[in-house]
């Protein structure tokens, strides 16, 4: 495995895979490491406690991505499956990590990935052709776009990839006449909550549209688990942030 040494602000030494954000001695560390600068090299550490800061590595692991140039969102290919096998079990080190379960958060495997496509349009994000993160969505009666996860590498998180998929799986459902999207968040995954927000989601309570309240009747409790919440937003204008002007 290749390490990048991260200083915290204490001045505690922490090696990491910047690909798997797990220390060398797989302990599920209740901090996790994403890439902080192209340029710089430097790591931000973030912890669920709030407190974040910059450490500096020791040398640089050579596997740490840069901002792609090129995002590119397609359909599932074949060639595709074992890149989303590795990101199932990269991303759910990240909620481990939080102290979810596995029996909460089951990396999908290739069984499951045949199944998935069965009931539910796959988008699949890649970064200068590199399969980065991925998506899947089911219209469900009377008209609600259900996305049951969005996924992207931790090593690719913060470049746009995960803005990118919620932007075009909005036009898709858009062009299709489907107003809202729902999709369910750890309450545990602070980053999870926190990418929601941002882009326009807000819990799954007061006031819902008709066909939204229609579909929460129908569907909530049969998803819903403890820790667990859905959240909403329109699909017009998915992927943009409030406020700013939307992509062309």
Same mark, same amino acid.
């Given at each position: 495995?290749?390490?990048?040494?991260?200083?915290?602000?204490?001045?505690?030494?922490?090696?990491?895979?910047?690909l798997?954000?797990?220390?060398?001695?797989?302990?599920?560390?209740?901090?996790?490491v994403?890439?902080?600068?192209?340029?710089?090299?430097?790591?931000?550490?973030?912890?669920?406690?709030?407190?974040?800061?910059?450490?500096?590595?020791?040398?640089?692991c050579?596997?740490?991505?840069?901002?792609?140039?090129?995002?590119?969102?397609?359909?599932?290919?074949?060639?595709?499956?074992?890149?989303?096998?590795?990101?199932?079990?990269?991303?759910?080190?990240?909620?481990?990590?939080?102290?979810?379960?596995?029996k909460?958060?089951?990396?999908?495997?290739?069984?499951?990935?045949?199944?998935?496509?069965?009931?539910?349009?796959?988008?699949?994000?890649?970064?200068?052709?590199?399969t980065?993160?991925?998506?899947?969505?089911?219209?469900?009666?009377?008209?609600?776009?259900? *996305?049951p996860?969005? @996924?992207?590498?931790?090593?690719?998180?913060?470049? +746009? %990839? =995960? /803005?990118?998929?919620?932007?075009?799986?909005?036009?898709?459902?858009?062009?299709?006449?489907i107003?809202?999207?729902?999709?369910?968040?750890?309450?545990?995954?602070?980053?999870?909550?926190?990418?929601?927000?941002?882009?326009?989601?807000?819990?799954?309570?007061?006031?819902?549209?008709?066909?939204?309240?229609?579909?929460?009747?129908?569907?909530?409790?049969?998803? *819903?688990?403890?820790? @667990?919440?859905?959240?909403?937003?329109?699909?017009? +204008? %998915? =992927? /943009?942030?409030?406020?700013?002007?939307?992509?062309s």
């Open positions: 495995m290749s390490i990048g040494w991260v200083y915290r602000r204490n001045g505690v030494r922490v090696p990491v895979d910047p798997t954000n797990r220390s060398r001695s797989g302990r599920r560390s209740r901090c996790w994403s890439c902080h600068s192209a340029t710089t090299p430097t790591f931000r550490i973030r912890s669920d406690s709030g407190n974040s800061g910059r450490g500096q590595i020791g040398r640089l050579g596997l740490c991505p840069t901002p792609p140039e090129k995002i590119r969102i397609t359909g599932l290919q074949e060639a595709q499956l074992i890149d989303l096998l590795a990101i199932e079990t990269r991303c759910a080190a990240m909620f481990y990590a939080v102290g979810l379960s596995d909460q958060v089951t990396p999908r495997n290739d069984v499951d990935l045949a199944k998935l496509t069965r009931n539910h349009d796959v988008m699949v994000a890649e970064a200068d052709d590199r980065a993160g991925y998506l899947a969505w089911a219209d469900e009666a009377p008209g609600v776009a259900y *996305l996860f969005v @996924l992207v590498a931790p090593a690719y998180q913060r470049f +746009g %990839l =995960g /803005t990118r998929l919620l932007r075009d799986l909005g036009e898709a459902t858009s062009k299709l006449g107003e809202t999207v729902v999709t369910p968040c750890w309450d545990l995954a602070p980053w999870a909550l926190s990418f929601l927000g941002v882009r326009g989601f807000q819990p799954l309570t007061g006031k819902l549209p008709d066909k939204l309240q229609t579909w929460a009747k129908r569907r909530e409790a049969e998803i *819903l688990e403890p820790g @667990l919440s859905l959240w909403w937003a329109k699909t017009d +204008g %998915l =992927g /943009t942030v409030p406020g700013l002007p939307r992509p």
